[in-house]
């Protein structure tokens, strides 16, 4: 009985393989991931700790970096200025999609819109610590893969193939946010347009 129940164990080498796409930055390695650990045999809850734990070694790595680049931006005074002026464009972004920046909900929808060091980097400036503000970031990035890793798995229902599944996902990835840019950008000068008529 024991020895039935280690044959359904996943194996070590297919969670490191899985973790290793999981740590290609921009999120590329989501939909290879999610299909490799689909054919590995993990169940999906293993594979969502596999990419928390992906989300937990960025947070360790790249907050040092982080942190010595406020150090040197709050030392050189062009730096200081441009790093200020990120700050105000940051919360004026946030504050139009969601009122606050600085808030749980605005911080972990910049980091499931764009990427959990973005995320991670406005908890920074609205001033959270490391435990909060990474908290939103990964809360972000998590809603993200889920949302790619559903994705994927549905897609790959129709198209068999894994490469087209995955080539598909990557190319919504980077195309939609495009689309839904542009959609915005065109939207409040037609909202515009017709508070004036």
């Not at 996943?10 to 299909?35: D, E, H, R």
């Not at 908890?123 to 889920?146: E, S």
């Not at 495009?178 to 065109?186: E, L, P, T």
Request: one cysteine or more; proline letters at 5%.
């Amino acid at each position: 009985m024991m020895k039935d129940q280690l044959l359904f164990l996943p194996s070590t080498a297919a969670i490191l393989s899985v973790l290793k796409l999981f740590l290609i930055p921009v999120g590329g390695g989501i939909p290879a991931g999610v299909l490799l650990a689909k054919s590995s045999g993990l169940a999906w809850q293993i594979t969502a700790l596999v990419y928390l734990v992906s989300d937990i070694i960025l947070a360790v790595v790249f907050e040092p970096i982080l942190r010595v680049l406020a150090l040197i931006c709050s030392r050189i005074p062009f730096l200081r200025r441009f790093a200020a002026a990120m700050k105000a464009a940051n919360a004026r972004h946030a504050a139009q999609h969601q009122g606050t920046a600085a808030g749980p909900i605005g911080l972990i929808l910049i980091a499931f819109g764009v990427d959990p060091m973005t995320g991670r980097a406005s908890a920074l400036a609205a001033g959270h610590g490391f435990i909060a503000g990474w908290a939103f970031a990964i809360a972000g990035d998590m809603l993200y893969f889920g949302v790619i890793a559903y994705s994927t798995l549905s897609l790959n229902r129709y198209i068999k193939d894994p490469e087209t599944t995955m080539l598909v996902i990557l190319a919504l990835m980077f195309l939609l946010p495009v689309v839904v840019r542009r959609i915005r950008s065109r939207r409040p000068a037609s909202v515009a347009r017709e508070d004036l008529a």
